[in-house]
């Protein structure tokens, strides 16, 4: 269903939303509450709701290290209270054959040092700034033999997580976080207009040491023709267990489907490792697999993520 530009423009106004996450964040750190899920008893689970960014949570009581990469699927778990949290690629390459659309085109991207910067802003919220420092964008006409080339700084994002369940215990975990693109990207790389939209998060733990997570997700994006705002609406559902000492590996089902008229379906099939090289780094490896005609053929990635 579209929405008018005028409507949107007023849901998007930067002012408003960043008023909005400055409320969710007050909500969260001083009583937002959701249904009670199950945890482990308290004799066990100190009280961690003292802490604040200026308060930190003592190293001892920090939760396991949780990151939202290197899957599509986020995970509903915060960054502990005070405490910084980085999670970068180390380099991204896209490539597509067959592109959505009249023509006959061989698409290329490399992404160097994409990072989202974290800041746990107390025991149920962090901050998050998702930078793109360096996009690259190859174009070629495979008709008339022509070749175009795009680079520069990409556009920010920011984002806050909100667990309303399950952050230090419990067999599932469900968070909601809130998301503004801001357009400052370089060289038209992006559509230079406010985006944003809503990701609700869920994480469940499985038998036999397996573990599920699944997101749904909705975003506000500019037509086209840049005439007005339409909804786009994706799904995932990953699936995780270790497979010997520190080295785990998952794999992934990614659904995009926009409702703009005549847009195409992006999905995807994905797979990847993570390697715990210490109690604060983690380091990934994956690929994702386009399975429509729409979605980049072969995406392969690395990337490290480093708690503080």
């Known amino acids: 269903m579209?929405?008018?530009?005028?409507?949107?423009?007023?849901c998007l106004n930067p002012n408003r939303s960043f008023r909005l996450l400055a409320a969710l964040t007050t909500l969260s750190c001083f009583g937002l509450k959701a249904p009670a899920e199950p945890q482990i008893p308290s004799s066990t689970?100190?009280?961690?709701?003292?802490?604040?960014?200026?308060?930190?949570?003592?190293?001892?009581?920090?939760?396991?290290?949780?990151?939202?990469r290197p899957d599509k699927t986020e995970?509903?778990?915060?960054?502990?209270?005070?405490?910084?949290?980085?999670?970068?690629?180390?380099?991204?390459?896209?490539?597509?054959?067959?592109?959505?659309?009249?023509?006959?085109?061989?698409n290329e991207s490399i992404s160097i040092g994409p990072l989202n910067m974290k800041v746990g802003l107390c025991n149920t919220a962090d901050l998050q700034l998702v930078i793109q420092p360096y996009n690259h964008f190859r174009t070629h006409d495979l008709t008339?033999?022509?070749?175009?080339n795009q680079s520069g700084f990409g556009d920010l994002i920011t984002r806050l997580k909100v667990n309303l369940w399950g952050n230090d215990g419990g067999t599932t975990a469900f968070?909601?976080?809130?998301?503004?693109?801001?357009?400052?990207?370089?060289?038209?790389l992006g559509n230079n207009s406010l985006e944003g939209g809503l990701i609700?998060?869920?994480?469940?733990?499985l038998p036999q040491g397996w573990e599920m997570g699944l997101m749904a997700e909705v975003d506000l994006n500019v037509d086209a023709s840049g005439s007005g705002y339409h909804a786009e609406y994706i799904h995932s559902i990953a699936f995780s267990h270790g497979i010997i000492g520190k080295l785990s590996g998952y794999a992934e089902f990614f659904s995009a489907l926009s409702a703009e008229v005549h847009s195409p379906w992006v999905t995807t099939v994905d797979f990847g490792f993570t390697y715990l090289l210490t109690e604060n780094v983690q380091l990934d490896a994956g690929i994702n697999l386009g399975i429509t005609r729409s979605a980049d053929d072969l995406n392969p990635f690395t990337g490290i993520s480093v708690r503080f």
């Open 2 to 10: 579209n929405v008018s530009s005028a409507n949107t423009s007023a």
């Open 45 to 68: 689970t100190p009280d961690k709701n003292e802490y604040s960014l200026f308060h930190p949570t003592p190293d001892s009581l920090m939760r396991p290290f949780a990151t939202d």
């Open 75 to 106: 995970s509903p778990y915060t960054v502990d209270a005070g405490h910084f949290q980085f999670e970068m690629d180390l380099l991204n390459y896209s490539y597509d054959r067959y592109s959505y659309g009249p023509g006959n085109f061989r």
């Open 144 to 148: 008339s033999g022509a070749v175009q």
């Open 175 to 188: 968070g909601v976080m809130p998301f503004l693109k801001l357009p400052t990207n370089q060289h038209h």
């Open 200 to 205: 609700l998060p869920l994480w469940v733990e």
